[in-house]
């Protein structure tokens, strides 16, 4: 079996794989120096072009842990049949070895306070994988040159930043949004929206970090000012107001899948886990019809957690047998209770080096998981009733009698395709949800999270995004949303809609609702628990 990353064997609190280790743990065709992208095992992860040849990368000019992260994830690529494209890759590389080459210096960073603290903010980034190296010299122009100056020009020199008691820090990122629009480059062009925007979130995302983290910053940096952050300063922005957000591809207005819908596609996914000589009636465009089960209850519990946790599929296909763990000093059975989180859920990052790995569930997503290991477990015991646990938690199902293989995204993708196309689930404006793309449950949960009124900072935590950035390309603010937005009072934001589902009668999951209220300390608390009779509506 190829290896893959590991996970942590101290528990999800230990420290993660450094790239060293997971460098040594590779194969050794995916330690060279160099790629070609021509010959294997590298030829199967490019996109053939007819124009032109794949690219060839030369990894020796970067620095040595942002060469093993680029090789451990070009195998974290093969293992989940994934493909990246070589040209862009290699263009990539070349920009990366050229910043590495030039370093990274502080020395002109003022006011002293700031300097130090992003010297901290980038070693700690580094060491627990939340910056990549070829992040930094972005990061260091964005905060280092931009928002120094603005700091300068408005007179602040404290890392409270002079924020008011009841304001909070919006009046101080409203006049950082309009100072940077106000800007030029060298060439005395206005700086780009996209550029504004990259600011914007890294100025977020480096507060976030420094209001987390206040009272270790005042103490390990000898400035007892960083003490005097508060919650609010890691809640910089609102749904749209990143600047250029609304350039980017994949926009949630067409991927979201709204609360009527997705309550409708919940209700009948008992249909993949439902033997093919069973049959349930389904109302599809208002006329009664059976609909074969597709034998395949893997898939099933597979797309309940894609619904539940909005992880890429891949995510939650790669996941370790045992992938849940308790969370220290939880009452799980008052959790159960009150909905809110009952274990912490590792899951295999297949897209991000460095990002989460981990989140909190509730027990529904217990539930799920714990039947599938009671599944998994009599698979591979079916032949042989003393083997060990495998190491996956969903299985393929052909030519896997040992459990060595994950269950691969190609075949569930196929399955919901014909499901998608038996049921016809329309939305509310009457277009067929194509829920086979199962990158819609993630759009949906993120965009219904933030319309929620989940603080921006914990919805990337909770996503695993890098960046504020990354989970902006997500939002999809409703008009009442940004009305009481406007007003003030995020904390009373309610949800778009509540949707309810009856879980598959094979388990005893409970069915769930959005909560009323947008104030959760936790993503895992904007989810109750419902009473299992509730029932689901027809498509």
């Known amino acids: ?288 019809r059976q609909i074969r089960g597709l034998g395949d209850e893997q898939a099933m519990r597979a797309f309940l957690l894609a619904i539940a946790t909005g992880r890429r599929i891949n995510e939650i296909l790669m996941m370790d047998f045992a992938p849940l763990s308790p969370v220290p000093g939880l009452d799980t059975s008052q959790a159960t209770q009150d909905g809110g989180p009952a274990a912490r859920l590792r899951y295999q990052q297949t897209k991000i080096a460095g990002a989460p790995q981990a989140i909190l569930v509730g027990a529904d997503v217990v539930a799920i998981v714990t039947e599938q290991q009671h599944f998994a477990r009599a698979l591979v015991r079916a032949s042989d009733p003393a083997a060990s646990d495998p190491p996956y938690l969903f299985l393929a199902r052909q030519a896997n009698t040992a459990g060595q293989r994950h269950y691969r995204a190609n075949t569930l993708n196929g399955l919901l395709t014909q499901l998608a196309a038996a049921l016809q689930i329309t939305d509310a404006t009457g277009a067929v949800v194509d829920f086979q793309r199962t990158h819609r449950m993630r759009h949906t949960k993120a965009t219904d999270l933030l319309n929620a009124g989940v603080p921006l900072h914990v919805v990337q935590r909770y996503m695993g995004h890098l960046s504020p950035e990354m989970t902006m390309h997500y939002a999809r603010t409703l008009a009442e949303t940004h009305e009481r937005n406007s007003c003030g009072s995020p904390s009373s934001a309610a949800t778009p809609g509540h949707w309810r589902w009856t879980p598959p009668t094979s388990t005893s999951w409970c069915s769930w609702t959005a909560t009323p209220t947008g104030s959760c300390p936790t993503v895992s608390a904007c989810c109750r628990r419902r009473s299992a009779a509730t029932a689901g509506t027809p498509a």
């Open 1 to 288: 079996m190829p290896s893959r990353r590991p996970s942590a064997s101290g528990g999800p609190d230990a420290a993660a794989p450094s790239p060293a280790a997971l460098f040594a743990a590779l194969p050794a065709s995916f330690q060279a120096a160099a790629v070609d992208f021509t010959v294997e095992p590298f030829a199967r992860l490019t996109y053939a072009y007819p124009s032109r040849p794949p690219a060839r990368l030369d990894l020796d000019g970067l620095p040595v842990p942002m060469r093993q992260e680029v090789a451990y994830w070009l195998h974290t690529l093969a293992v989940a049949g994934e493909r990246v494209n070589s040209w862009a890759l290699a263009g990539w590389v070349r920009v990366a070895a050229a910043m590495a080459a030039g370093g990274v210096n502080f020395a002109r960073i003022s006011p002293a306070w700031l300097r130090e603290a992003i010297q901290w903010y980038f070693a700690a980034g580094l060491s627990t994988g939340l910056l990549s190296w070829s992040s930094l010299p972005g990061f260091l122009s964005y905060l280092g040159r931009h928002f120094a100056a603005f700091l300068a020009a408005e007179g602040i020199d404290s890392p409270a930043l002079d924020a008011d008691p009841d304001a909070g820090i919006r009046p101080v990122a409203l006049r950082l949004a309009a100072w940077l629009r106000q800007q030029r480059t060298r060439s005395g062009r206005p700086l780009a929206p996209s550029t504004i925007g990259l600011i914007q979130t890294t100025v977020a995302g480096f507060y976030a970090f420094m209001a987390d983290r206040r009272a270790e910053a005042a103490r390990e940096l000898a400035e007892p000012r960083w003490a005097g952050l508060s919650d609010a300063h890691a809640r910089w922005w609102r749904p749209g107001e990143i600047a250029g957000s609304g350039s980017y591809r994949g926009q949630a207005e067409g991927n979201y899948i709204d609360a009527a819908a997705l309550s409708r596609i919940a209700g009948h996914v008992e249909i993949l886990g439902l033997p093919r000589d069973q049959a349930r009636t389904v109302t599809v465009n208002g006329t009664p």
